[in-house]
């Protein structure tokens, strides 16, 4: 049989079940059914005219061949990836259109004049912002919708390139009746054996907010996981516990019930833009618009491209 005949699909079934060992997980994995999944891999060993894996009841392992060819897929699965970033690129060049996703609450204050200087600068270019909750601190960027993102850094994306575009005090979020709540500000050590509101997930964002840099190794006290600021203020308002968020929360989300104090000795947390692979002119033009904007705001200059 042709060698012709073997298809991209045959290759990213050999990768997925090499990897995970298992035709029930990698079937799990690409979202196809185990019985396809294998009826793939058997016509792909037709074609070459060997077996790839070694199956038993307990295990998949790849074959000594197996292993050989394992070896070239996994450099064009490379090759693959980089010829879909550098297609995507050229092909958001060659549209008009600019999707920018957003972590909530990031940038409230910006993002009216963004768009209108954006819009004065592009006038043809459509501009479509997109709203992403706490389990996706990029942004959207992993996903692969969007064309930039405003978010807080840090985040756990791979390959992401990150333009800071501002920078604003960390305060924190506790009902009115909480003894700290008397004080003008606080400090960092006040808070680490407080019940806190986090985050959903895991990963370096949730970390940077539960202000783990300064807990020399100590697990936080999670008592209760929110998605968005709405959910968040009102754990802390219901006394749940308290959080860690950044001062325009205290501007644009204040409600009865929650107060929020500067934490004096905690370094200031960032606002940024980041994209995927080769920069595109929209995506270029809005950072500088939204680096001149952001500059006006707090009167700081910050980092261009």
Not at 271 to 300: C, N, W
Request: one cysteine or more; hydrophobic letters at 40%; aromatic letters at 8%.
């Amino acid at each position: 049989m042709s060698l012709m005949n073997i298809q991209l699909r045959h290759i990213r079934c050999l990768l997925a079940v090499a990897r995970e060992k298992s035709f029930a997980r990698a079937a799990e994995k690409l979202a196809v059914s185990q019985p396809a999944l294998s009826q793939t891999i058997i016509q792909l060993e037709a074609t070459l005219g060997f077996d790839v894996f070694q199956r038993t009841t307990r295990s998949v392992t790849l074959t000594e061949n197996g292993e050989a060819l394992y070896a070239y897929v996994q450099k064009l699965d490379r090759a693959l990836d980089l010829f879909y970033r550098e297609a995507k690129s050229l092909q958001l060049s060659a549209r008009n259109s600019l999707r920018v996703g957003y972590l909530i609450g990031t940038a409230v204050d910006f993002i009216p004049d963004i768009t209108e200087e954006f819009e004065r600068r592009r006038p043809h270019a459509q501009l479509e912002f997109i709203e992403y909750d706490f389990h996706n601190p990029d942004g959207g960027l992993a996903s692969g919708t969007v064309d930039c993102s405003i978010f807080r850094p840090p985040v756990d994306t791979p390959g992401i390139q990150i333009v800071e575009i501002a920078r604003e005090k960390c305060v924190a979020c506790m009902h009115n009746g909480h003894p700290l709540s008397a004080n003008e500000t606080v400090k960092v050590e006040d808070l680490l054996d407080e019940p806190f509101i986090a985050a959903p997930g895991s990963g370096v964002w949730r970390d940077y907010w539960l202000a783990n840099q300064y807990r020399q190794g100590e697990r936080a006290r999670v008592v209760f996981e929110a998605a968005t600021v709405d959910s968040e203020l009102q754990a802390v308002a219901l006394r749940k516990g308290i959080s860690i968020t950044a001062e325009s929360t205290a501007r644009f989300y204040a409600r009865p019930g929650v107060t929020f104090r500067t934490i004096s000795d905690m370094d200031d947390c960032t606002i940024a833009i980041g994209y995927m692979g080769q920069i595109t002119p929209l995506v270029r033009d809005f950072i500088e618009v939204a680096t001149a904007v952001a500059s006006r705001h707090d009167g700081k200059p910050r980092i261009g491209l």
